[in-house]
Every structure is written in C-alpha cells, then in structure tokens.
C-alpha cells in the first residue's frame, strides 16, 4: 500500500481480554518497528523485525506482550490479559533500510482502552 | 544504557520569533540522529536526519539541527516560527548494529502564540 497500514484504529477491550493488533507495512520495507505512546509520553520502544526475525526485543513490557511477523510483511501484536496500564496508543513503522538506519514511516497508529 | 533526553517538556514562542528544541542523547557510538514531527491528528514525519559529514543538517520546514559530538547533543533550530509549527517534536537516535533499534526522546510540545 501507499502508507503503513495499522488496524484497528481503535479498540475498546475490558480487563484480562486478549486483543491483537494488525500492522501492514510499506511494500518492499524490510524493517518493522512497533512503539508504545502513552499519554503524555514519548514512544517507548517494544521491538523491532528485520525480515521476519525480532533481533531485539527486550522493549516488550512483559510476558503478555508478543508478536510476529509472517512473509517479511505484515506483523501482528498480540497483548494477553490485558491490564489498564496497556491503554496507550500503538504505533507501527517501517523502513526500507537494509544496512543502516533510515527514516520511519509511520502508521496513524491503535488506540487501546482497558475498561 | 542507550537514551535520549529533551529536557523541555513543553515551549511556547511567539510566531515569527526564533525556535531551539534541545536534544541530547547518550551512546557510545556515531550515532545515526533523527528528528521527527507529530502534529494534532497527524503521524509522525521526519524532519530531518543526520548520519555523518557535515553537522549541520537541513530539513523540512524550514528546520535545521546542528550535531555537537563534544555535547552529545543535536539541537533543533528554526529562525522564523510559524502558527502552523505547533506540534509536538521528538529527537530520536538509531543504535545498534546498523542503527536500526530508534530510541526516542519524550518529547518537547511547541506552543506558538500569535
């Protein structure tokens, strides 16, 4: 697609229901970042895909937090059990670099709520 | 440990006078420095990079960033603010091999008084 595509745009989920949350990069991207924002906060790190492999992901808050990504293309977040502390806007981008750090293109992002 | 610091949380200049965000980051190594914009309802858009050569950086906008290795620093300047600027404005570095792990600051919210 034209844009890093991220869905939903929103989701209301009640305490301890699991929730996924789909992002769909720019074509050709190889790089796949997901970012946390809470309110007030800047974007806090979760992980990272280069391809289909996660070279570092110690940014996830807990256990509860995985994801993947399948065919070095669209990548899923899952988040179990979910507390109201995970209410946070999820960010997904993604880059076309291959050997150093290029620019991100970020999606508009989920907003999560935790009843 | 890797990290990034903006010191401001928040900034109000008035429109037509001079901006500074500051930055300043800590890593061992060359660092790949970003800067990048959040405008209400809007993603995030790049401003501007920097990766080696010259320290001072032009983007978009109209910004410029001056990369400082003895301060560790990679402070955010534009002479003339406009009303349209109001955003939030977040400094990011790229570390790791390749610099692909981008670690952002909290960020500094500019407020623009006609």
């Known amino acids: 697609g034209a844009g890093v595509s991220q869905s939903p745009s929103n989701k209301v989920t009640e305490k301890g229901k699991d929730v996924e949350l789909r992002c769909d990069p720019i074509s050709g991207h190889t790089a796949l970042y997901w970012y946390r924002q809470s309110l007030g906060q800047g974007l806090e790190f979760l992980i990272y895909?280069?391809?289909?492999?996660?070279?570092?992901k110690s940014g996830l808050p807990s256990d509860r937090f995985s994801a993947e990504r399948t065919g070095g293309s669209v990548s899923t977040l899952t988040i179990q059990r979910t507390q109201q502390e995970d209410s946070a806007v999820y960010l997904c981008a993604s880059s076309l670099a291959v050997v150093s750090a290029g620019e991100l293109f970020f999606g508009e992002g989920s907003r999560l709520t935790v009843l | 440990a890797q990290s990034v610091t903006q010191p401001d949380i928040h900034i109000t200049v008035s429109e037509g006078a001079s901006l500074e965000l500051r930055c300043n980051y800590s890593y061992g190594a060359t660092p790949y420095l970003f800067w990048y914009v959040q405008s209400p309802g809007q993603g995030l858009q790049l401003l501007l990079k920097?990766?080696?050569?010259?320290?001072l950086v032009q983007g978009i906008k109209g910004f410029e960033a001056e990369f400082k290795r003895s301060q560790s620093s990679f402070n955010l300047r534009k002479p003339s603010v406009h009303w349209s600027d109001a955003a939030e404005y977040f400094c990011?570095?790229?570390?790791?091999?390749?610099?692909?792990?981008?670690?952002f600051g909290a960020g500094t919210r500019l407020f623009v008084k006609a």
């Open positions: 895909f280069q391809g289909n492999s996660a070279p570092d």
């Open positions: 920097y990766f080696s050569g010259d320290t």
């Open positions: 990011a570095v790229g570390v790791g091999t390749g610099g692909f792990k981008t670690i």
